[in-house]
């Protein structure tokens, strides 16, 4: 007997039509792409950064591909939060589409002041707190490297708006258990897991850089594994806050690695770029996923995994 | 922008060139000269992204209506790739996307540039200037004889054409720079559209920039997406008013740019002259008011 | 007119007759492949890791393929040293190709006994300290994850044994500049970059994990870039320490990406796999490439990549 | 252990086993029934490892003499691709890999058991015992009819066949097991060689165990490299004297084991026995005098 299936999935208390959504930066805020894509299919739309002023980005070239798998250094280019609350927002309002905004900034302030914004939009649903940015206070270095100031930027972000916040970590650190347990404590709703990986690919005939930005972000199928690996450890440490899996899903079945790794959902970025309805037939797969395996909504695989009884002294796994 | 499958109606093969024609009545109707399509890659490979390519010929009426024809070469695993593909395959297409060359307002002389599979869109564009009553003249180049795009349709579509290779295998040796002065002046041209190598589009519209004539390029920067959401494909373009610039996106704002706004030295290196403004004789308004219907989209 | 290559590389002064080399574990000590390559074309071999006692190593299934790439869960598995130089000893001896034993251990102490184990064995020309193992004395954190405990291990070892020191660090770091400095510190003659990511893959039908050791590394043409950018970030801060790019090498284009980077050699691990005359193939490659540009050694390569002049303000490379 | 380019002599199809026939004179020269060979996938793809796959032929002299058969059914992207090689394609093949059967040194009554396309093996294999004067049975089991492993070959080769398969579409309707008892018997076998999925195999194993018969089974774990250097490979062994086990590589010093030798419980989970001795009867150094070779080599 087929069990029916139900999509919906409550991520944070944000409601989603399924748990599929746009990963930030890989489907704008829907408009390009609503004329082609029935955004009403779509689990939501994480936009692409915001930052509290105008960002000319990074010189091209912008992109590079690398084996399934890509590189790009956009440099967070965005037209400041004004002009995305004025452009965007009333595109947002009618999406029919839950809209989560991703912020960014250089400064605990400038997260702040994104977030007061955008939070005035309506149909907007939730922040994401895009922290694989670098700290201008702190010589650059990234907010998701560095536990303490990973959290004041949670702390304050939460305290500046009525929304549900989510904290995009970066696998890029030592711990990510530790970054994602201070950024809980500091308030954090939920957490999205991961950002790209810091790369670098070398042109050898013009002895350059493939990027214009030297090292950049990547992205896709190449780093799946690490990312279902983040998402396990940081579900088995903190079992009760929702996870958006992100990394490397292009199909039902990536999808719901990640569910089973525990992720609440999930969000699509690369496979966007080759196939836009990826969010929507993805979605459309886990349905059928869960209606052959006679379960009824993607909760049920949460905490589905058998996993062996782990030996009691650590063991190496490298190789 | 759709998305299509379409079926591979004929694939054929003239020299170093491929061409496709593909059953695409919804990307036909829409397309534009200038335009292009998104090609999806065949799964399980290790390289994931579309190949961007400029419509060829879209056909809205007539015995081939409802069909897009794309040329290439050969140059890496994806175009190696389409060069396998046959009739009655069927390709995953998104298109048409992008902002296609503007047309003018009232008929004039156009001179169209291409460089290698550069000139390719130039044929869909020069039939329309001709049904609007323009007159076209071509200039195509291209490193050897064998890479000229074309060379008998264009005598077929120009009042007149001047063909160069680098290496003089047809017509003259050099580059289509050289003989543009030459052929701007004996064709009175008005207008100039190019597509080709960025550093013969950049030469190209610097040359126009100093005559005072309006140049519309169509440029080539690394694409993710296609669908303006990825930002990769940016290129330095200064503001209307010349007092600034920003990265604009060339599968959306581009790629057809007018040449005298592109910020070549910011993009492709080289001398950093200052910001220009835009010359004296630019008419954008004009050059934009028709022919692009609803581009932008909203 | 052609320039006369020479592919004989000095690495922390250990004489290669090319700089391409067998990664660790990928290559065995030579022996099984001795038949069907000829050695003498090797670069080098890394042996497979070596720890004091033998190790039985992890359930299966201990491989996972994944895009572009694969994950891998030895744990180790090794005869213990004694074994190893009995059995292998009188190989490495009339091998005919430099061999760097890879040493592991679970505490410093266990490194020290293998470091002097196989500094006996005639015909190992290095020693390369493979730290991702866990430090039982710490809980089980991986050395290499750590500057105080990789350093601890480099220090011992290198005064142990007579022989260049290569460690062998993993990205999976917030920082790995600042572990490359701790170990260099401590009297390492070279770095191995990198070692597998740490990654996981789940079967969907089964709702169990792929591999028998749940999470486990992640090597191949997928961390390429991760692996360019860890090479390039460490040899711009310690410019004079040789190291060997190690991670996704599969034809002389991708090794020249290790050498524009910074490394003086290369490993290659995976693509030993399929390709088994990979390390011969590649260093004949490369000789084509520098004959193509006019180079005359491997060297020529290092400090050759133009990169554009950097902003002065940090800026955002994630996307 | 050799690397070759081989050229496709032929590829072909019954029901849902493909069968590709290589010019490999030097594997084909050194392969003895039950090892296998590693088949390169082509470039450009998502996935990397070779594929390996057991030696169904090995024509070593005659007409077909330097060429190798192997046959496979398509599961995933790597024989899906397969399927598709022709005729004067090449093939990157490494082999001949692995611990093939070790044959009795006396002729003596064979019992060979294949399950799927485990059976390939076993046809190569019981030619040879055949050719040294030994009696030789099989039992070929599979899921349904069409999977059934060259049925009628195995009546050529044997003095008695029974088949198995699970829907009884073909044969008797279960598993290979259920007949065993009764063929062991009838046929007074006193050796059994099997091939075919683990499960299988343990069944087979246990039961030839419990008779103090011993058994050689060719057994499938996941291979990275096939050539004894990963260590991916493993399958839990124990030690001859009984006193201990250790993961032992089922491409090197496999993938043909003592089945009383493989730790079942362990390796494919399920009930935990304790670690076994040998059973009685169990007569390895007989077994592997003859027809190794020198294998293990070095
Ligand atoms: C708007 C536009 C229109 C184009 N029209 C045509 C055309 O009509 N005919 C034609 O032959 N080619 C055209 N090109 C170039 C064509 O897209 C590339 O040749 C093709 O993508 C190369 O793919 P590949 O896998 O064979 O090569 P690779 O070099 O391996 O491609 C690797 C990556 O780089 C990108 N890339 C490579 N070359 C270019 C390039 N010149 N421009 C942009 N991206 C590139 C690819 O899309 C891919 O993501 C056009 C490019 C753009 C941007
Ligand atoms: C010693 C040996 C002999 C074999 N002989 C035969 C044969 O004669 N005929 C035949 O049809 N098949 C045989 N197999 C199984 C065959 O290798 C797999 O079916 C094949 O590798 C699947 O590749 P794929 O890309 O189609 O599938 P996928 O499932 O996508 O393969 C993914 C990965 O898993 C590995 N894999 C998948 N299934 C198996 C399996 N059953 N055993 C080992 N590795 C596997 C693949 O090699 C690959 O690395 C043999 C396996 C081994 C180990
Ligand atoms: C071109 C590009 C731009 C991106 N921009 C952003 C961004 O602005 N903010 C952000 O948090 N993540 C950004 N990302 C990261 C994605 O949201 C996602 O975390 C990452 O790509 C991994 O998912 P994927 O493998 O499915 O692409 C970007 C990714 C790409 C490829
Ligand atoms: C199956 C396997 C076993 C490995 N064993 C070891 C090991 O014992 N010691 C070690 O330092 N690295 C080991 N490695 C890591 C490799 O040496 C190498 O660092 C890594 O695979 C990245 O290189 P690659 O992408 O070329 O494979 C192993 C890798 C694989 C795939
Ligand atoms: S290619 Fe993605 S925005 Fe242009
Ligand atoms: S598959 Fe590599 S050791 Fe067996």
Redesign the pocket.
């Known amino acids: 007997m087929a069990a029916r299936v139900s999509l919906r999935t409550n991520l944070a208390g944000i409601q989603l039509p399924t748990p599929v959504l746009a990963?930030?930066?890989?489907f704008g805020s829907g408009r390009e792409l609503a004329g082609m894509v029935d955004l009403r299919e779509v689990g939501g739309i994480?936009t692409?950064?915001v930052t509290p002023r105008p960002v000319k980005g990074m010189p091209t070239p912008?992109?590079a591909e690398t084996p399934s798998?890509?590189l790009?250094a956009?440099g967070?280019q965005?037209p400041g939060v004004e002009a995305f609350v004025e452009k965007d927002g009333p595109f947002i309002e009618q999406a029919g589409v839950p809209v989560i905004v991703?912020i960014?900034g250089r400064s605990v302030q400038e997260f702040a002041e994104v977030a007061v914004m955008v939070s005035k939009i309506r149909g907007v649903v939730g922040i994401?707190a895009?922290i694989?940015c670098p700290n201008v206070e702190r010589r650059g270095e990234v907010f998701a490297r560095d536990p303490v100031a990973a959290a004041d930027v949670l702390s304050t972000v939460t305290r500046m708006t009525h929304l549900p916040v989510l904290a995009?970590l970066t696998a890029d650190v030592t711990d990510i258990v530790e970054v994602a347990q201070a950024v809980v404590r500091a308030g954090a709703h939920g957490l999205?897991l991961?950002?790209?990986l810091l790369g670098m690919a070398i042109d050898v005939d013009a002895f350059r850089p493939r990027l214009g930005g030297v090292t950049g972000?990547l992205?896709?199928?190449a780093?799946?594994a690490v990312?279902v690996r983040c998402v396990y450890e940081v579900s088995q440490a903190l079992p009760d806050v929702p996870i958006i899996g992100?990394?490397?899903?292009?199909d039902a079945r990536s999808a719901v690695e990640f569910l089973l790794a525990g992720a609440t959902a999930v969000?699509?970025?690369?496979?966007n770029?080759f196939d836009p309805h990826a969010t929507v037939e993805i979605a459309r797969g886990i349905g059928e996923f869960l209606a052959a395996k006679g379960m009824s909504t993607p909760e049920d695989l949460r905490g589905r995994l058998v996993t062996p009884s782990r030996p009691q002294e650590p063991v190496y796994l490298g190789g | 922008m759709n998305r299509q499958k379409c079926e591979v109606l004929s694939a054929k093969r003239w020299g170093v060139y491929h061409s496709i024609t593909l059953v695409a009545p919804e990307i036909a109707e829409e397309a534009r000269p200038g335009q292009f399509v998104q090609v999806a890659m065949p799964p399980g490979r290790d390289f994931l992204l579309r190949r961007p390519f400029s419509i060829h010929q879209a056909s809205r009426t007539g015995g081939w209506a409802g069909t897009l024809e794309i040329a290439f070469t050969a140059v890496g695993p994806g175009t190696e790739w389409l060069t396998t593909v046959e009739a009655h395959d069927s390709l995953d297409v998104v298109g048409p996307l992008g902002r296609p060359f503007p047309l003018p307002r009232a008929p004039t002389n156009c001179l169209l540039i291409g460089g290698g599979y550069g000139a390719a869109p130039l044929y869909f564009l020069g039939q329309d200037l001709r049904a609007k009553g323009s007159r076209v003249d071509m200039i195509v180049g291209a490193k050897t004889q064998e890479r000229v795009f074309k060379p008998v349709e264009a005598k077929r579509l120009s009042v007149s054409v001047s063909t160069t290779t680098e290496d003089g295998s047809l017509g003259e040796r050099g580059n289509v720079t050289d003989v543009l002065p030459g052929m701007m002046a004996r064709c009175e041209s008005k207008v100039v559209y190019a597509c080709g190598p960025n550093g013969m589009l950049r030469a190209v519209a610097e040359y126009c920039s100093e005559q005072g004539i309006p140049s519309q390029v169509a440029v080539e920067e690394l694409m993710?997406c296609g669908m303006g959401v990825?930002?990769?494909c940016v290129v330095p373009v200064v503001h209307r008013d010349g007092r600034g610039w920003s990265y604009e996106r060339s599968c959306y704002e581009g790629p057809v740019f007018s040449g005298a706004r592109v910020w070549w030295e910011k993009w492709l290196g080289g001398r950093s002259t200052p910001v220009q403004t835009p010359p004296e004789g630019f008419r954008l308004e004009e050059m934009t008011a028709e022919g692009v219907g609803t581009w932008p989209p909203g």
Chains 1, 3 share one sequence.
């Open positions: 990963a930030s930066g890989t994480v692409k950064s912008r992109m798998g890509m790009n956009i967070l965005n991703s960014a994401e895009n694989s995009k999205s991961i950002n790209t972000g992205s896709g199928p780093i799946r990312a992100i990394g490397g899903v292009v969000a699509v970025g690369t496979a770029y | 993710a990825c930002w990769t």
